[in-house]
Every structure is written in structure tokens, then in C-alpha cells.
């Protein structure tokens, strides 16, 4: 294919794990560029394992994994699905809102960026090992004594990618990561205007160029041809976003510093009120149009070539709130139809 065509990859968080075997599989033979998977359903390293034994050349992405395992438990689980993919591997990585952090692992809010950088120089260095070289590391958060491992890495440095979505883990990821995930809360004037300076600034501290860093985004999407399936596809979009956003402060304030604050203050207070129905309502026609992709295979088409020149490559995450398991299925099946051969 020509090396000038978009790659596409395909999102597929919240599926069946057995459905996401079946569609890594057809992905794959359809010539998408990556498979991500994040860890808010499933363990997204075990999913990716799985998918390495039944894909041949696929990308396959962490979309991402957040940093609550030890950097010894993730070092050893990307080395083995390194070595499983055959190097198809890339780690996507994230520090999720700190309330998650807090509530969910134990694991303290502050000083975020400072605990990525040094998370990241950990993996790395545990990614490096040697069986005659062991780990020993002393710093603010993570300490390591003694780690061996018994046979050198898959390969020179693992790719990590760092989801950021404010200015300063921006900043920070244009200084020392291989790539960035940009979540779908994101507009192109806000890459222009925000994040491209933000990575530049970082690229430029460290003595980079952006040429060193892959920029990944995604669009929720659903490729129809019915009018029907189309705005039960919006509305599906309205309750995710009312339920997952609304109720998050660190949301709140991306969704806000897009232009969306009115919307925000409108949902957020309806949620704090328990009032569903009044949260989904809030969510604007606006909002439904520039974050999400719904339409016919040329619309859908037409629509991620308005992004694919900004970025390294581009993932859709074909729509999933509402629909049984073979609904998704079937979604899935149409966005690879759609994309696929587009490499």
C-alpha cells in the first residue's frame, strides 16, 4: 500500500474479550495500523496477550494502562507480550484522574507529573535489564533493590506513549515519551492552539524534534447507513458523557477549557442533584458533533480525514453504550469494513 494513505486503528475497549479475539483477528487481516485497549473494562496487558497469538502484524496498544501496577509488574508483563507480538507491542500509559488513583488503588494525587517522569525512567531501566546487569534504583516514589531477570530485553527500548490531555503532562510528554494518546475529549483548534505549542515547548527543552514523537488520537464512532441507528448512536454518546464525565471533576475542567463550560455546569449540577435524565440533556448538539464520528461509510470517511494529517495515526472506537454484545459485535465489524486496506 502507499506509505501516504492514513493508518487507522480501531478502539476496542468495553467489548466481549472473546468478541475482541475475533476482531483483532479481522482487523488485522483488514490492514488497520493498531488495536488499542484500555484497562476500564478489562486488564488491557492480558486482552493484547491474548490478541498476540491470533494477529501477525497488527499494532497492538495499551490505551491505556494506567500506572497503578508496580514498574517491576509492568516491565516484566511488557517485556513477555513483547516477546509474544513478535515487537508489535507499544505501552500507552496514564495516571488517570487522581480521585481513581485515591479511590480505587490508595495511590496519592499530588505531584503527578514528577511521579510519570520517574515511573517512566523505571520502566525503562527495568525494561533494560540484563542477566548481568540487575536493578537497583533509589528515588522519590519507587525504590528497587536487586531485581535480576534471566535474559536480556526483546528488544533495544519499549515505545511508551503518555495519555495527556492538559498542558503540563503534555509539556512533559514532548520532553522524554516515544508518543502521545490524545483521549476523543479533544477539538482541532484546541491541537493548534493548546497541545502542538505544549509539545513543542517540551521537544524543544530536551533538545528533540516533534519528528521523535508519534501523535495518536481517536474518535468514538458509528458507521450507518439508518437514521434511526444514527441518533440512537447520539444519544448512546449523551449517556456516556453524562454518566463517566459530567460527575468528574478532572473532566469537567478539559470538557470546560474546550468551550464546553456551560454544558458542564449544566450536567454536572443535575448529576449532584441525581437527575439522569437532566445530565444527558445537557450534553449539546455541539458537543455529540465534534466529539463523536456518526454517519455513512463516506461521511465517517470523509469526517477522519479532517483529522489524519494532524497525527501519526488515528484510532476509532466503534460505539457501545447501550448495544447488546452482538450489537457491538456487528458496530466493530462495520468500522473495520469501513477503514480497512486504508494503510
Request: with cysteine; aromatic share 8%; charged share 25%.
Amino acid at each position: 500500500m502507499s506509505s501516504d494513505r492514513p493508518k487507522i486503528g480501531i478502539g476496542l475497549a468495553r467489548m466481549h474479550p472473546q468478541d475482541m479475539l475475533t476482531l483483532a483477528r479481522e482487523a488485522d487481516e483488514a490492514g488497520l495500523h493498531a488495536i488499542t485497549v484500555g484497562d476500564s473494562s478489562y486488564d488491557s496487558l492480558a486482552v493484547l496477550s491474548a490478541m498476540s497469538a491470533v494477529t501477525h502484524r497488527i499494532k497492538l496498544v495499551t490505551n491505556v494502562a494506567t500506572w497503578t501496577r508496580t514498574p517491576v509488574t509492568l516491565a516484566r508483563a511488557c517485556r513477555s507480550l513483547d516477546y509474544l507480538s513478535d515487537g508489535r507491542f507499544i505501552l500507552g500509559l496514564g495516571s488517570m484522574p487522581a480521585r481513581w488513583n485515591e479511590e480505587h488503588h490508595g495511590i496519592s494525587g499530588e505531584a503527578m507529573l514528577s511521579r510519570m517522569r520517574e515511573y517512566v525512567e523505571l520502566v525503562r531501566i527495568l525494561w533494560e535489564a540484563t542477566p548481568d546487569t540487575p536493578v537497583d534504583y533509589t528515588g522519590r516514589f519507587y525504590n528497587v533493590s536487586g531485581y535480576r531477570v534471566h535474559e536480556p530485553p526483546p528488544r533495544p527500548g519499549i515505545p511508551i506513549y503518555i495519555g495527556a490531555s492538559r498542558r503540563r503532562m503534555i509539556r512533559e510528554t514532548g520532553m522524554w515519551a516515544d508518543g502521545i494518546l490524545f483521549n476523543w475529549n479533544f477539538t482541532i483548534p484546541w491541537f493548534k492552539e493548546t497541545a502542538f505549542p505544549a509539545l513543542d515547548e517540551g521537544v524543544r527543552r530536551s533538545g528533540r524534534s516533534m519528528d521523535e514523537l508519534e501523535l495518536v488520537a481517536g474518535r468514538q464512532v458509528c458507521v450507518t447507513d439508518d437514521r434511526e441507528e444514527a441518533e440512537q448512536a447520539r444519544v448512546a454518546f449523551r449517556r456516556h458523557v453524562a454518566r463517566s464525565y459530567f460527575a468528574v471533576d478532572y473532566h469537567q475542567k478539559i470538557l470546560t477549557s474546550l468551550g464546553f463550560g456551560e454544558e458542564v455546569v449544566d450536567g454536572a449540577a443535575a448529576m449532584a442533584r441525581g437527575d439522569r435524565d437532566g445530565a444527558i440533556n445537557a450534553v449539546s448538539d455541539r458537543m455529540v458533533d465534534e466529539f463523536t464520528i456518526i454517519g455513512t461509510p463516506d461521511e465517517c470517511r470523509q469526517r477522519a480525514s479532517e483529522y489524519t494529517p494532524l497525527l501519526s495515526w488515528f484510532w476509532l472506537s466503534p460505539s457501545a453504550e447501550g448495544l447488546s454484545r452482538s450489537e457491538r459485535l456487528r458496530a466493530a465489524r462495520r468500522v473495520i469494513e469501513t477503514f480497512g486496506d486504508a494503510q
